[in-house]
């Protein structure tokens, strides 16, 4: 049995966008399925915006996903040979010809077919039927020529059996002869991209529904190159609320991967979400392992209808789609412990919190402490800004709690002394301990029990909400608990 070849072949023009990234998924849990192999390739012919950041942040941003490749990365400037040898093949076999057309020629032409409302304003084969005299004269004069493709003039339709979208026709009338080769001697995409893949032994091209236009051109290609045609399918594309393509221009960089990356989200949290962004896998289930996706898997699950990516921009609540936010709050409660502790410490490190004991002999502590504070959190960099307090003793203090559960009550600067006091001196400090204590203060002050607690919270957490109060102190332990409530002063101080 053949196997499998796919490959990703993302141009270092700019970030990861999220889009590229779901098409690399969508080719790497096909590899997978099939024990098959993702080839990655950077076609990187566009010299003017071409970069080593974007190579690097491509390459970076794959890596951080989780999606390894099989071979590559390759370059296709490195290819630049293959690709003139193809077109000089073509050239020879009568499959493609030199046109000498200027601008303003091909302009014109346009025009007349525009007003004469033709359903393709393209070239009319003005050089197609000139003699080999007829080229080298024009050579000698020195009038520069692009190649174009010879479509062939056959009636009826070219189609192919498209994975996704099934039976694909287009008539031979409507596919213009394509050029291959700039008037530089430089080959286009259209070319490069199918030397290559036909280098490659790719089997199957998985990519988005707006390189439609190329593969009927790509599929004459193949022919007159005498290759084997791939199988293709090709993918929703991915719009914003108002139908519009998400793009940076657009949306702004919550379409890059390295976003997401920055805000921290869980790698396999995104790749889940962009999964289902025009696939479906037939059933209720949103959560999928690796392996979970990679066993369930199938073209035939891919929408024919465009996802929806929704995203408002300057929504104050919701920075990017509501759902990828769920997801990473859904794999922050209930991944594994340890798993996420790798994770956590990353931040830790890049804020300076981190503590070598975590690894050693806090380490119960620390993923004890991830267990108790995650279930509200929404990132992972939630553990350095709300979670803060459990890491270090420089921390900010909500101003909404603040005002509201500790200087609307002046008397805390008393109150929460004394039970500091308290708290110091018990033999068992533990969470049924230190409620008892706080509910006996409370009765002995005949205050509300909550007036207590909120006050402790914000002090002890900066936070107006968390986990259960008494599992707090027992996690922060008795030397910080006593000496954050002897510090309350400096709370009314400040204010």
Known sequence: MEEVRVRFPPSPTGYLHIGGARTALFNWIFAKKHNGKLILRIEDTDEERSTQASIDGIIDGLQWLGLDWDEGPYFQTEFTHDHVAAANRLLASGHAYKCFCTKEELERKRETALAEKKREAGYDGTCRHLSAEQ???????????????????????????????????????????????????????????????????????????????????????????????????????????????????????????????????????????????????????????????????????????????????????????????????????????????????????????????????????????????????????????????????????????????????????????QLAERFATLDTFNTEETERISRELADELQIKPGTLINGMRTVLTGQLAGPSMFDIVTTLGREKVVARLNDVDRLFAAA
């Not at 001697?185 to 998985?206: A, E, M, Q, S």
């Not at 919550?254 to 962004?277: D, S, T």
Request: with cysteine; proline share 5%.
């Open 135 to 417: 080229v080298r004269e024009k050579e000698e004069q020195g009038i520069p020529s692009v190649i174009r493709f010879k479509v062939p003039e056959r009636q009826g339709t070219l189609f192919y059996d498209d994975e996704v979208l099934g039976h694909i026709e287009r008539a031979y009338s409507e596919i213009e002869d394509f050029v291959i080769v700039r008037s530089n001697g430089k080959p286009l995409y259209l070319l490069c991209n199918v030397v290559d893949d036909i280098r490659d032994r790719i089997t199957h091209v998985i990519r988005g529904q707006d390189h439609m236009t190329n593969t009927t051109r790509q599929v004459l290609l193949y022919e007159a190159l005498q290759a084997k045609i791939p199988a293709f399918a090709h993918m929703p594309l991915t719009l914003d609320l108002q139908k519009r393509k998400i793009s940076k221009r657009s949306h702004g960089e919550v379409v890059a991967v390295q976003f997401y990356r920055e805000k921290g989200f869980i790698p396999w949290a995104l790749c889940n979400f962009l999964c289902l962004l025009g696939w479906n896998p037939g059933t209720d289930q949103e959560f999928f392992s690796r392996e979970e996706l990679i066993d369930v898997f199938s073209l035939s699950r891919m929408s024919r209808v465009n996802s929806v990516f929704n995203y408002k921009p300057g929504d104050p609540k919701f920075f990017t789609d509501p759902k990828l936010i769920a997801m990473n709050e859904h794999y922050l409660r209930t991944m594994d412990l340890a798993q996420l502790g790798g994770l956590v410490r990353k931040e830790l490190e890049t804020e300076n919190l981190w503590d070598p004991a975590y690894e050693t002999t806090k380490l119960d502590w620390y993923l004890a402490t991830l267990g108790l504070i995650r279930d509200r959190f929404h990132t992972l960099k939630d553990f350095t800004t709300a979670g803060r307090a459990y890491f270090s003793d420089q921390y900010a203090i909500d101003p909404k709690p603040l005002a509201k559960n500790v200087l609307k009550f002046p008397e805390l600067a008393t109150w929460l002394p």
